[in-house]
């Protein structure tokens, strides 16, 4: 079975600071693929990143960026000089390898960036 | 731009009523949709796989016949909550694998209230 773990529910920061949201997930699957979603208040899932079990590079896009750990089974995610615009729940995600394209969703840490 | 959409964003039924929410993917084909249904502040919970020219693959403990999932063409999948009632009321979002399956895209989500 497959399991997403995002243990913090709710993170409050002022804005300009940087916040990391942690991810762990469980898999059995050598191959497999990690996501992280942006869930605005208003509901539409913005995709952010994919990420496949074969590469472990770490990314930056802008003020976000990305570190996976295989070895701790780990997917964080960094916001840097964070934006009251950032203020939105996000969540993890895993795909196996395996057919049908089935997600595994966190539950979702909730972001507030204050002024 | 959005890549699936959803109609309608918003519906309030009577309790008793079908409701029925199309799921369109814009610009590239999709044999396969996902349903899921997410309570406030609750993660996504997925409920059934929708599948171009065959039967809907459920998850266990969702009623087949209370959501009924037809996959009408390749671009278009729709979601019919039969004899509403008020527990069934959420945020019911649907989504599409594309570029191989590797990246999935949601829509912007319905909102259903049953009075």
């Known amino acids: 079975a497959q399991k997403v773990t995002q243990a913090q529910t709710e993170i409050s920061v002022v804005e300009k600071e940087d916040v990391t949201l942690d991810c762990v997930y469980e898999t059995r699957d050598t191959t497999y693929y990690l996501f992280w979603y942006k869930q605005p208040p208003s509901g539409e899932l913005v995709f952010l990143i994919r990420r496949n079990s074969f590469d472990e590079q770490n990314e930056i896009s802008g003020r976000y960026s990305w570190n996976f750990q295989k070895s701790t089974s780990s997917f964080n995610f960094t916001i840097t000089a964070s934006q009251v615009v950032d203020s939105a729940v996000y969540f993890c995600?895993?795909?196996?390898?395996?057919?049908?394209?089935?997600?595994?969703f966190g539950t979702g840490t909730q972001l507030k960036v204050e002024l | 731009g959005a890549v699936v959409s959803q109609h309608p964003s918003r519906v309030i039924c009577k309790s008793g009523t079908s409701v029925k929410i199309e799921c369109r993917s814009l610009?590239?084909?999709?044999?396969?949709m996902f349903w899921y249904r997410q309570f406030p502040k609750k993660s996504l919970m997925l409920m059934a796989t929708s599948n171009e020219g065959s039967k809907a693959t459920y998850e266990q403990g969702v009623e087949k016949d209370k959501f009924l999932i037809n996959h009408a063409s390749l671009t278009l999948s729709t979601l019919t909550v039969t004899s509403a009632h008020p527990e069934d009321s959420s945020f019911y979002i649907c989504?599409?694998?594309?570029?191989?399956?590797?990246?999935?895209?949601f829509g912007p989500g319905t909102r259903l209230l049953v009075l």
């Open positions: 995600a895993l795909r196996g390898g395996g057919g049908g394209n089935k997600l595994t």
């Open positions: 989504s599409a694998p594309w570029t191989g399956g590797k990246t999935q895209y």
């Open positions: 610009d590239f084909q999709a044999t396969t």
